[in-house]
């Protein structure tokens, strides 16, 4: 940007130079260039969009664990788990890539609060089955209380805080949000009993089935909000066609081969 200095005063484009006022002084300045993007720019854009928009629909799905549970960070660090699932997808299906495509067990393990893994506050692994009626269970193991919880140590009990999301692979845009009331674990229990939770879901077609998993400490009605106490993650994630599960099959790399030179130097001892 320039001052223009004179008599004359320009106001609007000539050439590639812009005259305008900015307050009190006439400045001007080169015209912005025009950029275009290149075809794989392009695609790649698309499908940065496309990655971004599954993370958003994410985040709305566990809205209530995302107020309870995550950082500012969230958004960028589950458009970054999204991108990393979108690259799984194969390269020809650049500038159209969908989710169905892609590993959707990769958001399996994202913690909403960076700083607090889930595992360090409840120790068990809960385990997911598709019965073969199409009747999912959420089973959390039973055992003693002090080898599945660390507690806050003024707390009274601990809630266990799950939800699901099951919605369509195929574009149709159907979706259903799975609400769960709070389990309540009395810490002056010693024994945790094996707890299942019960579902029937539509599994025609190829489906994502999601669920997240939160833990907060309690004393009497008021919740800790000491930020080592509190955390929340995704517990599972699976693609289902069907009513069975979809593994995820990767491309096989392409090895480049090492080619052996044919006419090396070779060393050669000299003595003095």
Same mark, same amino acid.
């Given at each position: 940007?320039? &001052?223009?200095?004179?008599?004359?005063?320009?106001?609007?484009?000539?050439?590639?130079?812009? %005259?305008?006022?900015? /307050?009190?002084?006439?400045?001007?300045?080169?015209?912005?260039?025009?950029?275009?993007?290149? $075809?794989? =720019?392009?695609?790649?854009?698309?499908?940065?969009?496309?990655?971004? &928009?599954?993370?958003?629909?994410?985040?709305?799905?566990?809205?209530?664990?995302?107020? !309870?549970?995550?950082?500012?960070?969230?958004?960028?660090?589950?458009?970054?788990?999204?991108?990393?699932?979108?690259?799984? #997808?194969?390269?020809?299906?650049?500038?159209?890539?969908?989710?169905?495509?892609?590993?959707?067990?990769?958001?399996? /393990?994202?913690?909403?609060? =960076?700083?607090?893994?889930?595992?360090?506050?409840?120790? =068990? $692994?809960?385990?997911?089955?598709?019965?073969?009626?199409?009747?999912?269970?959420?089973? !959390?193991?039973?055992?003693?209380?002090?080898?599945?919880?660390?507690?806050?140590?003024?707390?009274?009990?601990?809630?266990?805080?799950?939800?699901?999301?099951? %919605?369509?692979?195929?574009?149709?845009?159907?979706?259903?949000?799975?609400?769960?009331?709070?389990?309540?674990?009395?810490?002056?229990?010693?024994?945790?009993?094996?707890?299942?939770? +019960?579902?029937?879901?539509?599994?025609?077609?190829?489906?994502?089935?999601?669920?997240?998993?939160?833990?907060?400490?309690?004393?009497?009605? +008021?919740? =800790?909000?000491?930020?080592?106490?509190?955390?929340?993650? #995704?517990?599972?994630?699976?693609?289902?066609?069907?009513?069975?599960?979809?593994?995820?099959?990767?491309?096989?790399?392409?090895?480049?081969?090492?080619?052996?030179?044919?006419?090396?130097?070779?060393?050669?001892?000299? $003595?003095?």
């Amino acid at each position: 940007m320039a &001052r223009v200095n004179g008599i004359v005063r320009f106001s609007g484009q000539l050439g590639d130079l812009v %005259f305008y006022k900015r /307050g009190k002084k006439d400045v001007v300045r080169h015209k912005a260039a025009n950029y275009t993007l290149t $075809e794989n =720019s392009r695609k790649s854009a698309k499908d940065f969009g496309a990655a971004s &928009r599954n993370a958003s629909y994410i985040r709305k799905a566990f809205a209530p664990l995302v107020k !309870l549970y995550a950082y500012d960070d969230l958004l960028n660090r589950l458009n970054k788990r999204f991108i990393e699932i979108f690259k799984t #997808i194969p390269a020809e299906h650049a500038g159209k890539k969908k989710l169905i495509d892609g590993d959707i067990a990769l958001l399996k /393990g994202f913690e909403f609060n =960076s700083s607090k893994p889930l595992e360090q506050l409840w120790l =068990s $692994e809960s385990d997911l089955r598709i019965e073969p009626d199409g009747l999912v269970k959420l089973i !959390l193991p039973k055992g003693e209380i002090e080898s599945l919880l660390k507690p806050h140590p003024k707390a009274t009990e601990a809630r266990l805080q799950v939800m699901g999301f099951h %919605f369509d692979l195929d574009d149709t845009g159907g979706y259903e949000i799975i609400e769960v009331n709070d389990l309540v674990i009395p810490l002056s229990n010693s024994h945790f009993p094996k707890t299942v939770l +019960a579902l029937s879901l539509n599994h025609k077609c190829d489906k994502a089935l999601i669920f997240a998993m939160g833990i907060s400490f309690f004393t009497g009605t +008021a919740r =800790s909000c000491d930020r080592r106490y509190y955390a929340g993650k #995704i517990i599972h994630a699976l693609h289902v066609k069907d009513g069975v599960i979809v593994d995820f099959v990767a491309q096989p790399k392409v090895k480049s081969e090492v080619v052996e030179q044919g006419d090396k130097l070779s060393w050669a001892v000299e $003595e003095e």
